[in-house]
T-cell receptor, first 113, second 113 residues
Framework: DQQVKQNSPSLSVQEGRISILNCDYT??????FLWYKKYPAEGPTFLIS?????DKNEDGRFTVFLNKSAKHLSLHIVPSQPGDSAVYFC????????????FGTGTRLTIIP | DAGVTQSPTHLIKTRGQQVTLRCSPK?????VSWYQQALGQGPQFIFQ???????QRGNFPDRFSGHQFPNYSSELNVNALLLGDSALYLC????????????FGAGTRLSVL
């Protein structure tokens, strides 16, 4: 039962353009969402998060949008840079506490110079 | 400030053997979570330790057990290894009572032959 889904295994974007990574979830108990970035041979690195009481959170080039009614969130990277090439994981947790993270399967982003 | 450290980085075992993986949390963190990441998948939650006790457990058999020490470091033990246990094992640490941003180590790559 995949409660967090990333339906695009890979995405290629030209340098300088916008990258949009999507994530869908099925569990309505999730109330906090996170994006992690993972380079080969490294652990996932926290990127940005959003609470279910918000619909947008921005941090520099990264913006996360949450549509609760559609159970959908997206990560926008503008402008995309070569160093952004990595696997991006969407993760969710419930009760806004120290609960387990439920991850999607990841999207491999490749930025083309 | 040392981040989350895991040892060893790579390990090769044969079916039926037992393995112990180790994790030191980020300085100031008191909670340790373990995840298993199979090839092409997102990390799957195994269990979480806080105050030297297992606080939460994912859908993993009893062959997977753990321990947390007074200095907050943790071990993951897997008994009677199966071929399907081959994966990247990730440790994440966080601070209880604070927004649950989990910080990950680089992982231990376990191969079962």
């Amino acid at each position: 039962d995949q409660q967090v889904k990333q339906n695009s295994p890979s995405l290629s974007v030209q340098e300088g353009r916008i990258s949009i990574l999507n994530c869908d979830y099925t569990n309505s108990m999730f109330d906090y969402f996170l994006w992690y970035k993972k380079y080969p041979a490294e652990g996932p690195t926290f990127l940005i998060s959003i609470s279910s009481i918000k619909d947008k959170n921005e941090d520099g080039r990264f913006t996360v949008f949450l549509n609760k009614s559609a159970k959908h969130l997206s990560l926008h990277i503008v402008p995309s840079q070569p160093g952004d090439s990595a696997v991006y994981f969407c993760a969710a947790l419930s009760n806004f506490g120290n609960e387990k993270l439920t991850f999607g399967t990841g999207t491999r982003l490749t930025i083309i110079p | 400030d040392a981040g989350v450290t895991q040892s060893p980085t790579h390990l090769i075992k044969t079916r039926g053997q037992q393995v112990t993986l180790r994790c030191s949390p980020k300085s100031g963190h008191d909670t340790v979570s373990w995840y298993q990441q199979a090839l092409g998948q997102g990390p799957q939650f195994i269990f979480q330790y806080y105050e030297e006790e297992e606080r939460q457990r994912g859908n993993f058999p009893d062959r997977f057990s753990g321990h947390q020490f007074p200095n907050y470091s943790s071990e993951l033990n897997v008994n009677a290894l199966l071929l399907g246990d081959s994966a990247l094992y990730l440790c994440a640490s966080s601070l209880t009572g604070v927004l649950n941003i989990q910080y990950f180590g680089a992982g231990t790559r376990l191969s079962v032959l």
